[in-house]
């Protein structure tokens, strides 16, 4: 897990694959594959991202007879 996160850290400060690959000690395919595995599966939050309206809750309490 530290591993993968000083690679992607790296890679965003601008650092090329082959150049984290020798600093952390892994094949610059590895690296590539790494951070190709990071921007593909987006979980951060972007900017084009909106809130959406949530969806009200109904208590069954409340349901309509």
């Known amino acids: 897990m530290v591993q993968r996160a000083q690679i992607i850290w790296r890679a965003s400060c601008g ?6 690959a020798a600093r952390v000690g892994l094949d610059g ?20 991202d909106t809130a959406r309206a949530a969806r009200r809750r109904i208590r069954p ?5």
């Open 29 to 48: 395919e590895t690296v590539r594959k790494r951070i190709h595995r990071f921007n593909r599966e987006e979980w951060m939050p972007s900017k084009t």
């Open 15 to 20: 650092a090329s694959a082959s150049t984290i």
């Open 61 to 65: 309490n409340r349901l309509p007879p």
